[in-house]
């Protein structure tokens, strides 16, 4: 991830070093060969346009620092301009007051929800908290056992539908907001203080996707909605955002897959296009991969 657009960034760089005073030509040409690395790691064009405004502005009108000389002033900037982009501050997980806290997890299928549910049930674990995992996505077939899978190895319990009835939610008839409603007052009958709602996604976006999510928000109404987005997903990351928080709305992202080859367009793009923090990213298929996301760190690892 990124590879390629730190590449392109530290050669931008690299044409500024030893150069005693930026000239107006010198900066518009460093902007234009950010601005095409930026593009062609498929950051959205508005998000684009924008940062490039900012690094321009900044870079003309700010005193240059007697530590720094210009070239190390640029990058300066860009690392402040990507950190501001990439949301600031590390946004934290809203905890209830009255417990339990309810997540609720959103996205297309295959976007890495079920197993993102079993590493950040692992991690809430970790930090001391008693975490339950519901499943209420009754559209995939193996989505139940499968989270049922990652409780198991994460020492979590799971609210499945009743083994009983079990393949009669195989085969989609069973009722997801009954199942997210009844999951989150098991997990208030014993005492878990967070629980986990895992949510039916599609290979595309459709209505009824949407409408089933919104509804089981409505039921539940989770302290945070999580929208799980495949960072390889490229330029349709974007839309996809949108279309969900749209449909649904979401309080935060997790982005996963980061460990991919993907150029990092969707990960720059998409606090900027939806207003909403990128709180956790999910890094492999192990329920280790995984960490909390901060913008600082991630802007320096593009620079580095
Ligand atoms: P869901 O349909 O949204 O619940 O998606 P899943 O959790 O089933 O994930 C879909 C596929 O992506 C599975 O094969 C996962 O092992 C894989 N996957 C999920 N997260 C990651 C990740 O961060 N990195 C990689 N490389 N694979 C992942």
């Known amino acids: 991830m990124f590879n390629s657009l730190s590449d392109r960034l530290a050669a931008t760089f690299k044409n500024l070093k030893g150069k005693g005073r930026l000239s107006e030509a010198d900066i518009d040409a460093t902007a234009r060969e950010i601005r095409r690395a930026l593009l062609d790691a498929d950051v959205a064009v508005p998000v684009v346009r924008e940062f490039i405004s900012h690094i321009k502005e900044r870079a003309l009108g700010e005193e240059v620092s007697q530590a720094l000389n210009p070239g190390q002033q640029v990058v300066k900037i860009v690392n402040e301009e990507l950190v501001a982009i990439l949301g600031g501050e590390t946004r934290r997980l809203n905890l209830a007051k009255n417990p339990p806290t309810v997540i609720m997890l959103v996205g297309l299928q295959g976007a890495g ?20 995992l519901v499943a209420a996505d009754l559209q995939r077939p193996n989505a139940v056992k499968q989270l049922q899978v990652n409780g198991e190895r994460a020492g979590v319990p799971v609210y499945a539908p009743h083994p009983g009835v079990s393949s009669e939610f195989e085969d989609a008839t069973g009722d997801p907001v009954q199942v997210a409603r009844d999951g989150v007052a098991e997990a208030k009958a014993k005492y878990n203080d967070i629980v986990i709602v895992d949510t039916a996604g ?31 997903i490229g330029q349709d990351a974007v839309a996809t955002a949108q279309a969900f928080n749209e449909g649904v709305g979401f309080t935060g992202v997790v982005l996963s897959k980061l460990d991919g080859d993907a150029r990092g367009g969707a990960a720059l793009s998409v606090r900027s296009v939806t207003g909403k923090p990128v709180m956790f990213a999910s890094t492999g298929e192990n329920l280790s991969d995984f960490e909390v996301f901060h913008p600082d760190r991630m802007a320096s690892r593009i620079l580095d």
Do not use: C, W, Y
């Open 113 to 132: 929800k079920t197993t993102l549910a079993g590493k950040l049930s692992k991690h809430l674990k970790e930090q001391g908290h008693t975490p339950m």
């Open 202 to 232: 599609r290979l595309g976006m459709d209505a009824e996707l949407m409408q089933q999510a919104a509804n089981i928000r409505a039921a539940v109404q989770p302290d945070e909605v999580l929208f799980v987005l495949d960072a390889m």
